[in-house]
T-cell receptor
Framework: EDQVTQSPEALRLQEGESSSLNCSYT??????LFWYRQDPGKGPEFLFT???AGEEKEKERLKATLTKKESFLHITAPKPEDSATYLC???????????FGKGTSLLVTP | DSGVTQTPKHLITATGQRVTLRCSPR?????VYWYQQSLDQGLQFLIQ???????AKGNILERFSAQQFPDLHSELNLSSLELGDSALYFC?????????????????FGPGTRLLVL
């Protein structure tokens, strides 16, 4: 059975203080690993898709990386508007459904 | 804005009742997925429809059912509602959701329907 574990559960950063969020996964054949951002009461917003180990993608202050067992979401010099829950999900060879981790709740204070 | 729409935004009902949630996918997307998000369980996959046909089932209760219509919009029907069914229900869509083993697809989520069962 596919499993996704995210850590930490919550993270508080000062504005400008860089950090990384972790997503560990086990899956029977990886189609893709996805990162989403979710604001309270809203739907998940797509950020990145990663397909193979060694792959990296960047968007503004966010950079996602992938190994065979985990993915990291690096946040460089975060701003208060980066505060949200970041969700990691895997899509395995058994189908197209996404298996989500429970998320990391990020709070960036001025 | 993802292009996926869901109605209603909020729904308050009583135990034992039945409700219908509606989802319109992004233009051109053939697959619709339903997910439930509760505080303790996180986002859980319920069911997928591809071009009108059921493609995959997840942790969907027998009291719940869904369908996808010829215009590709989808409805999720929840019946005999219990207090524990209170949650956010999200619909997502993707262009295909069907293909080879190595093919992957990004899903785009709607704004959700917040269901409260009293």
């Amino acid at each position: 059975e596919d499993q996704v574990t995210q850590s930490p559960e919550a993270l508080r950063l000062q504005e400008g203080e860089s950090s990384s969020l972790n997503c560990s996964y086990t899956v029977s054949g990886l189609r893709g690993l996805f990162w989403y951002r979710q604001d309270p009461g809203k739907g998940p917003e797509f950020l990145f898709t990663l397909y193979s180990a060694g792959e990296e993608k960047e968007k503004e202050r966010l950079k996602a990386t992938l190994t065979k067992k985990e993915s990291f979401l690096h946040i460089t010099a975060p701003k208060p508007e980066d505060s949200a829950t970041y969700l990691c999900a895997v899509q395995g060879n058994s189908g197209y459904a996404l298996n989500f981790g429970k998320g990391t709740s990020l709070l960036v204070t001025p | 804005d993802s292009g996926v729409t869901q109605t209603p935004k909020h729904l308050i009902t009583a135990t034992g009742q039945r409700v219908t949630l509606r989802c319109s996918p992004r233009s051109g997307d053939l697959s619709v997925y339903w997910y439930q998000q509760s505080l303790d369980q996180g986002l859980q996959f319920l069911i997928q429809y591809y071009n009108g046909e059921e493609r995959a089932k997840g942790n969907i209760l027998e009291r719940f059912s869904a369908q996808q219509f010829p215009d590709l919009h989808s409805e999720l029907n929840l019946s005999s509602l219990e207090l524990g069914d209170s949650a956010l229900y999200f619909c997502a869509s993707s262009p295909r959701g069907s293909g080879g083993v190595s093919y992957q697809e990004t899903q785009y989520f709607g704004p959700g329907t917040r269901l409260l069962v009293l």
